[in-house]
Each structure stands twice: as structure tokens, then as C-alpha cells.
């Protein structure tokens, strides 16, 4: 199986950069995802990372390392609105049905 | 496209009443998955389909059924409702094929009393 760690809770100032962690222990490793959630609402899609290095969408980067099982979300120039739960989520090989296993989420608050 | 839907958005049961979720895509999509999501947890798999007339059990299966009759439609049926089956539960699908994003509905939170 899978176990995912990620931070329960983080807390930021609103401009500042905070980086949000996520480290994963799986056989057969197929990618990884990051959602976003804000309280009440679905999981939507930020970002996918197969490959080591750094991908970067806008004022959110991230980045993965396989040897290590780790990954990082990079929010920068944080906003109000990015107040929510980050979703850390491995997918695995052979499973042939797009699945995925899911961390039980950072809680981010950013104060003004 | 409405993308993905989830009918109803909010009901309540009583112990061992029983109940259908409806969970409708309009994006073609092969693979239709349900979890649960409990609060300050992350989500978890119930039962999945990886196409049309095919299902298969997730991480946490026991209570629940599930029927994919048409592609586009993932129902989840409750027989016998349980106090520990309140939750939210979300319905997702994803398109085959490596490296694409689970596309999820709005949710339905039931509450078991």
C-alpha cells in the first residue's frame, strides 16, 4: 500500500511564500498530484509530477523527488483566497484504473 | 459542459434506511470513482469503475454498492444506512491513459442519525 505524510496544519502571511511538503512510500510510484480544496467545496487540480524537478504554473510550483519520496507545493505571493487544504495524492503503476491515494490534506490559513 | 454532478447535495437518514447517490459526467470520461472524505481527512476510495457494467472495490468498500449501467452515470447505494457512514462523499472521474487529473462534483453530506 501507500502512506502518504503531509503537515496537518500551516499558517502564513498574506504576500509571503510558504511550502507545503508531502513525502509518500509506495512500490511502483506513477506520478503525483496536488489538489486544492477550500472548505466546503470539491478537490480541483493544480498540478502533476512524474519526473524529477521542478514544475512550475503561475504563483504555484512544484517540485518532486523519487529517490526521496518527497515533493513539495511552493505557493508564492499568497492571497486570501489561498486559504484552503492541500491534497497530496500518488498514483501508483498496474493499477490500470487512473487511481490515486490521497494524503489527509495540509490546512493552510493565510492571515492578512 | 456541467463537467461532474452529484444528486442530492444534502440529506439526512435515520439507522438502516437505505439510499441512492447519483453521480452524472458529461465529459466522456472511462474511469468514475467514489470516496469519502471525514472531517480533517483526507479522501478515501469506496468503489470504483473503470468503465461501463464494470466495478470494483476500493479501500473502504463494506456498506456500500455501487452500479455503472451507462458510462457517463456512477450510482453508490447505501442499503442499510449507519451512523458511521455520515460523511461527505464526493464522486470524481478521469479520462485514460497516465498523468490526468481527477475531475471532481460538488459532494453530498449525509448525515446518519
Known amino acids: 500500500g501507500q502512506n502518504i505524510d503531509q503537515p496537518t496544519e500551516m499558517t502564513a502571511t498574506e504576500g509571503a511564500i510558504v511550502q507545503i511538503n508531502c513525502t509518500y512510500q509506495?512500490?511502483?510510484?506513477?506520478?503525483l498530484f496536488w489538489y486544492q480544496q477550500h472548505a466546503g467545496e470539491a478537490p480541483t487540480f493544480l498540478s502533476y509530477?512524474?519526473?524529477?524537478g521542478l514544475e512550475e504554473k503561475g504563483r504555484f510550483s512544484s517540485f518532486l523527488s523519487r529517490s526521496k519520496g518527497y515533493s513539495y507545493l511552493l505557493l508564492k505571493e499568497l492571497q486570501m483566497k489561498d486559504s484552503a487544504s492541500y491534497l497530496c495524492a500518488v498514483r501508483v503503476l498496474n493499477t490500470n484504473a487512473g487511481k490515486s491515494t490521497f494524503g489527509d490534506g495540509t490546512t493552510l490559513t493565510v492571515k492578512p | 459542459n456541467a463537467g461532474v454532478t452529484q444528486t442530492p447535495k444534502f440529506r439526512v437518514l435515520k439507522t438502516g434506511q437505505s439510499m441512492t447517490l447519483l453521480c452524472a459526467q458529461d465529459?466522456?470520461?472511462?474511469?468514475m470513482y467514489w470516496y469519502r472524505q471525514d472531517p480533517g481527512m483526507g479522501l478515501r476510495l469506496i468503489h470504483y469503475s473503470v468503465g461501463e457494467g464494470t466495478t470494483a472495490k476500493g479501500e473502504v468498500p463494506d456498506g456500500y454498492n455501487v452500479s455503472r449501467l451507462k458510462k457517463q452515470n456512477f450510482l453508490l447505494g447505501l442499503e442499510s444506512a449507519a451512523p458511521s457512514q455520515t460523511s461527505v462523499y464526493f464522486c470524481?472521474?478521469?479520462?485514460?491513459?497516465?498523468?490526468?487529473?481527477?475531475?471532481f462534483g460538488p459532494g453530498t453530506r449525509l448525515t446518519v442519525t
Open positions: 509506495t512500490s511502483g510510484f506513477n506520478g
Open positions: 470524481a472521474s478521469t479520462r485514460t491513459g497516465t498523468g490526468n487529473e481527477q475531475y
Open positions: 509530477n512524474v519526473l524529477d
Open positions: 465529459m466522456n470520461h472511462e474511469y
